[in-house]
């Protein structure tokens, strides 16, 4: 049974930083996808970034890029989410995903694993 649980969320000012974790378990994760997904109130929850565990290679939303980086941890089956220069727009619940495959995807039905989400909340 996989198992992804997400913290790191909370309050911070435009312009500020967080980093979230989520942390796996119930799998070796070598031949597994990691992505990070968001959804804001009224809007469908969308693409964030993503990396593939064994190659590590990544991807990011073109809104994002630049400003966030994802990395994994093999050691604590960990995967982070560094959010800088935030702003008020990337305020939204944050969910960790992992996927089968050797490939990231963009889409959500490239996942089928789903942690409980994480609020990060941006104030101007």
């Known amino acids: 049974q996989v198992q992804l649980v997400e913290s790191g969320g909370g309050l911070v000012q435009a312009g500020g930083s967080l980093r979230l974790s989520c942390a796996a378990s119930?799998?070796?994760?070598?031949?597994?996808?990691m992505g990070w997904f968001r959804q804001a109130p009224g809007k469908e929850r969308e693409f964030v970034a993503a990396?593939?565990?064994?190659?590590?290679?990544?991807g990011y939303a073109d809104s994002v890029n630049g400003r966030f980086a994802i990395s994994r941890d093999g050691s604590r089956n960990t995967v982070y989410l560094q959010m800088n220069s935030l702003k008020p727009e990337d305020t939204a619940v944050y969910y960790c995903?992992?996927?089968?495959?050797?490939?990231?995807?963009?889409?959500?039905w490239g996942y089928g694993y789903w942690g409980q989400g994480t609020q990060v909340t941006v104030s101007a």
């Open positions: 990396l593939s565990w064994s190659g590590g290679s990544t």
């Open positions: 995903a992992a996927g089968r495959g050797s490939n990231w995807s963009t889409s959500e």
């Open positions: 119930g799998r070796t994760f070598i031949s597994y996808t």
